[in-house]
């Protein structure tokens, strides 16, 4: 594990243990985002995946070196081993001096000195040499045998070259979609953590709502019994507070229903009560606006899902070399040395004895009928798709940047453009206020004025969160998002 990752892990776990032993606190978006970021089952399947990822680059560069193994079994055999079925009387020689070489020692009829032809047509010898069939006989009732074998690949038709850049870029791929996955989550995180902020500013705003309309119904219902308002005036505030505090108990239940979904986000119990340090703020942190234009080379760069993607090409273009390596000829050296017992290095006996030797192996393709040419066409077409593929995504990157720019750009004039609502519909409040109490603005108009105050500040809201959630899918389209 990296320091980073240490620093990151440790941070997460204070964090969780600290709202554990306060039963809340207040919360900053960097700790929510690390929390989520250690948490995160899939940030744990995504580094596993390189793990695993890296031990198959290990096992792919295992094959350049020499490969040692050891095989060894037992055989009972039923019977024993015999050559021959019977005794066998073998002819004898001397050497005869006449000749000066060896001659067959024949009995020969004494009238004439020829040697002389049995039934069957053949010599009769004169002396014979006894091989008993006990002595060619040989005991295999047991048999143990084994070899260790080493193999040294020497040209494999590139294969092995290939397989280890393949495991090296899909070691990259999956490093890049982890760190993808982390963007996401971080994503996730913001999205759920100016939720709670949204609504909480809706609570105090709904509440600040139902407290307007409240005096409203007070100052109606003192007119009411002076006589200078009607009954029906009355009713017509308090349905209208009666929905104010319906809105209200829905705010509060949606604030309580994100902040546990901005609990369950970060890892923690959904029961958790915590603070956020962003409740309460009045407007948003980004102030500078979009740049116009982005080096979408330096974007492209930054981008890893796109990483992913280039990492891929590679790995086609490397599956393509493969599939060329099965038309080449492939060289291998083999050594062993090998040993049973019983044996026959040395005669017949029954103890372990072994040899070494050693070769080369050499297999060369001839014809396969066109599959091995049709795989590795096949395969350089996957390599032509994956590069498609990839043109295509930088593309959607393209168009991804430029609206995502345009958004964050309109989020701010949406968000200036409340401000100015906003002072307008106090203004108009204020007056409507004063008229009322004054007698020269009517009931409705009041409960216009507020609700006009009303949406002006819940747009002013919507605006400020807008300006949040723009910036922050800008800097992941960008590829700037910090995780």
């Known amino acids: 594990m990296t320091p980073r990752k240490i620093i990151l892990a440790v941070l997460a776990v204070t964090g969780i243990l600290s709202l554990n032993a306060q039963g809340g606190g207040v919360v900053s978006l960097d700790s929510c985002r690390q929390m989520a970021l250690h948490n995160n089952k899939q940030m744990r399947i995504r580094a596993e995946s390189v793990n695993m990822a890296h031990y198959q680059n290990k096992e792919a560069f295992a094959a ?4 040692i193994d050891f095989a060894g079994g037992y055989t009972y055999n039923q019977k024993k081993l015999s050559i021959f079925d019977s005794d066998q009387l073998l002819p004898t020689k001397s050497f005869d001096l006449a000749t000066q070489s060896y001659q067959f020692n024949l009995v020969k009829n004494p009238m004439t000195g020829e040697p002389i032809k049995g039934p069957d047509g053949q010599y009769v010898p004169e002396t014979v040499a006894l091989i008993p069939k006990e002595a060619m006989t040989y005991d295999i009732h047991n048999v143990f045998f084994g070899a260790v074998t080493l193999t040294q690949p020497i040209y494999m038709g590139g294969k092995i070259v290939a397989m280890n850049r393949i495991t090296k870029y899909a070691e990259e791929i999956a490093r890049a979609m982890r760190n993808n996955e982390a963007e996401n989550v971080v994503y996730a995180v913001d999205g759920a953590y100016w939720q709670v902020v949204s609504l909480k500013a809706k609570e ?36 209208k507070l009666n929905q104010a505090q319906v809105d209200l108990t829905k705010v509060k239940n949606g604030l309580v229903l994100s902040r546990m979904a901005l609990a369950q986000v970060c890892g923690l119990p959904v029961n958790t009560t915590f603070t956020l340090a962003d409740e309460g703020i009045s407007e948003p942190r980004q102030s500078q606006a979009p740049a116009r234009q982005y080096n979408m080379e330096d974007v492209y760069s930054r981008r890893q899902d796109l990483e992913a993607l280039r990492m891929g090409v590679k790995v086609m273009e490397q599956k393509e070399k493969l599939a060329m390596s099965s038309m080449l000829p492939n060289v291998a050296l083999v050594g062993a040395y090998s040993f049973s017992n019983p044996n026959m290095f040395d005669g017949f006996k029954k103890h372990f004895s072994g040899a070494f030797s050693v070769g080369a192996m050499v297999t060369i393709p001839i014809w396969h009928w066109g599959g091995n040419y049709n795989k ?74 507020q609700t006009a105050w009303l949406k002006a500040n819940s747009e002013k809201i919507d605006a400020m969160i807008d300006v949040h959630l723009c910036d922050v899918y800008l800097s992941k389209v960008l590829g700037t998002l910090q995780y």
């Open 376 to 449: 590795y066409r096949a395969a350089k077409s996957q390599a032509k798709i994956a590069q498609l593929e990839l043109d295509d995504a930088r593309e959607m990157i393209d168009l991804q940047v430029s609206q995502a720019s345009f958004k964050t750009e309109e989020a701010m004039k949406t968000y200036n453009m409340t401000l100015s609502n906003i002072a307008d519909a106090e203004s108009n409040l204020r007056h409507a206020t004063i008229g009322f109490k004054e007698g020269v603005m009517t009931t409705q108009n009041v409960m216009e004025a």
């Open 204 to 239: 105090e705003l709904a509440e600040s709502y139902v407290a307007l309309l409240d005096t409203l119904r007070y100052n109606v219902n003192a007119m009411v019994e002076q006589g200078v308002a009607t009954a029906s005036d009355l009713l017509t505030v308090e349905v």
């Open 64 to 67: 350049y070196l020499p490969a």
